[in-house]
């Protein structure tokens, strides 16, 4: 792998309890394909020179006997673990049983990833495009920088069908500079109309035209100092809540907030879908299906010739 070759993060340790069962390793296609494939295959094609996944321990075998019969000895791999134990000692909860959500995730790469990376969630497709123009960005920006990136989408390409949804609300400047990303946990259509489920339970119009986070970011390693200190900080406040969470968007903020670094925003015509609830299966399946058709990916990713 080249100096500037950047390596591509894989959260995959999420328990899918709104879809009913691991989203990371379900089937969208006839021939077995997962997401994460597709997600490999852009990779592959964009550029990056090595696979990280962040997984649990209690579905590791089955998730790496699936990942090395397909991807075999085409790109890097290694697998490392997240755990609610993960933490410095002194906050160690023997009551919590959830880890501490996406930005604790990403501390657990530290030991492997030494180069730029981009990390994303197992069970979003983001596109090829996507990955294209991140991992050009990432190649061409220096490791011991603190210029970071986000892959932002539009609102209306991203929402389920069946529920509400979690998005990241992106405010950004005049030069596409991150502002601020303000997490809605409570979007979905109703009646046909946009809304966003306030904290105090109030419904307010949501453009779909809204920039918004799908968790698709790109850093130099310089950010895990930066996520140490802002989750001892987090710990510190939270540490006896079973369900609080360390997010990265919330990561971001902390980051922006401080001047330590600046988050430059990515647009992308890349189509972004994934799978929420079970019932978004079938939409996804549909979109795969269409993809191959137009001769965007084959019908076997793994086969030799499109090595």
Not at 3 to 20: D, K, Q
Not at 265 to 276: I, M, P, Y
Request: with cysteine.
């Amino acid at each position: 792998m080249g100096a500037n070759t950047p390596t591509l993060v894989i959260m995959a340790a999420g328990m899918g309890s709104r879809y009913g069962g691991l989203k990371q390793m379900d089937t969208f296609t006839p021939e077995g394909d997962t997401i994460i494939d597709f997600s490999i295959y852009d990779a592959l094609r964009a550029g990056f020179g090595k696979i990280v996944f962040i997984i649990r321990r209690h579905f590791a075998k089955a998730f790496k006997d699936t990942i090395s019969d397909k991807v075999g000895g085409r790109i890097a791999v290694e697998f490392v673990y997240q755990d609610v134990a993960d933490v410095p000692q002194t906050y160690i909860n023997t009551e919590r049983i959830k880890p501490w959500g996406t930005g604790h995730a990403l501390l657990m790469a530290k030991h492997v990833v030494k180069e730029n990376f981009a990390i994303i969630n197992a069970d979003d497709f983001y596109g090829r495009e996507a990955f294209k123009i991140m991992a050009k960005v990432l190649s061409e920006n220096d490791e011991n920088s603190f210029s970071f990136y986000s892959m932002s989408y539009y609102l209306k390409n991203t929402i389920s069908d069946y529920g509400a949804v979690s998005r990241g609300e992106c405010t950004i400047d005049d030069h596409d500079f991150l502002l601020k990303v303000k997490e809605r946990p409570n979007i979905e259509y109703v009646n046909g109309k946009l809304l966003s489920k306030e904290e105090d339970g109030r419904l307010i119009p949501i453009s779909g035209n809204t920039v918004v986070s799908m968790n698709f970011w790109g850093f130099t390693p310089r950010c895990f100092e930066l996520a140490e200190q802002a989750f001892v900080t987090f710990l510190e406040a939270k540490k006896d809540d079973l369900k609080a969470e360390f997010y990265i968007p919330s990561l971001v903020n902390k980051i922006i907030n401080s001047k330590m670094a600046k988050v430059k925003v990515l647009k992308s015509g890349a189509r972004w879908f994934g799978v929420t609830y079970k019932e978004d299966k079938a939409k996804v399946e549909k979109a795969i299906k269409t993809l191959r058709k137009q001769g965007v990916y084959p019908i076997n990713l793994w086969s030799d010739d499109v090595a």
